[in-house]
């Protein structure tokens, strides 16, 4: 059975930083590509970025681009998103998700929650 | 860059069909994805690659792509499928991944 379980999230100032963790299990996790979706509060779903199964190619959303960083060590099974430079704007529940063979997501943790302000 | 567009909500009796649209230039040359949402919990896919079931998803759930609408169908509505549904590609032009804004099914 596939579980994904995210940790990190909480509560930060804007301007600061915070690293997320996923912990994966129940596949060979080195051959899927992963990736981050963020909700915020009542709205709807925004990816955030993707990272290859080896972790040699990464995509960012362009509101996110330049401030998190997506990386991933295969030996631990983990992804992780680098999120520096936080706004308000990306207070969300952060889950992260396991790409299928197409363009889609077969898997999804239970997310955690981000939440940027003062 | 590309954009889903969903009706924001659709309702429907038990027993009856809703059929939730997503509107998108030629969306019919993309691959589209569809997504369950419950309060408090997961997305959850359901249908994949226009028309293909996941295991363990219901017969009950289909999906067509043709012009520039994609459309999920839901048969023989339960209020177990009350839900947010969001349709997704994959955008290749900007290499990114694309979610429609999302429609909540409410079983009347």
């Known amino acids: 059975e596939v579980q994904l379980l995210e940790s990190g999230g909480g509560l930060i100032q804007p301007g600061g930083s915070l690293r997320l963790s996923c912990a994966a299990s129940?596949?060979?996790?080195?051959?899927?590509?992963m990736s981050w979706v963020r909700q915020a509060p009542g709205k709807g779903l925004e990816w955030v970025s993707t990272?290859?199964?080896?972790?040699?190619?990464?995509d960012y959303a362009d509101s996110v681009k330049g401030r998190f960083t997506i990386s991933r060590d295969n030996s631990k099974n983990t992804l992780y998103l680098q999120m520096n430079s936080l706004r308000a704007e990306d207070t969300a529940i952060y889950y992260c998700?396991?790409?299928?063979?197409?363009?889609?997501?077969?898997?999804w943790g239970q997310g955690t929650l981000v939440t940027v302000s003062s | 860059s590309y954009v889903l567009t969903q009706p924001p909500s659709v309702s429907v009796a038990p027993g009856k069909t809703a059929r939730i649209t997503c509107g998108g230039n030629?969306?019919?040359?993309?691959?589209v994805h569809w997504y369950q949402q419950k309060p408090g919990q997961a997305p959850v896919l359901v249908v994949y690659?226009?028309?293909d079931r996941p295991s363990g998803i219901p017969e009950r759930f289909s999906g067509s792509n043709s012009g520039n609408t994609a459309t999920l169908t839901i048969s023989r509505v339960e209020a177990g499928d009350e839900a947010d549904y969001y349709c997704q590609v994959w955008n290749g032009i900007s290499d990114d991944v694309v979610f429609g804004g999302g429609t909540k099914v409410t079983v009347l």
């Open positions: 990272i290859t199964g080896s972790g040699g190619s990464t």
């Open positions: 998700a396991k790409k299928g063979v197409g363009y889609y997501y077969e898997d």
């Open positions: 129940g596949f060979t996790f080195r051959s899927y590509a």
């Open positions: 030629n969306i019919g040359s993309k691959s």
């Open positions: 690659d226009d028309s």
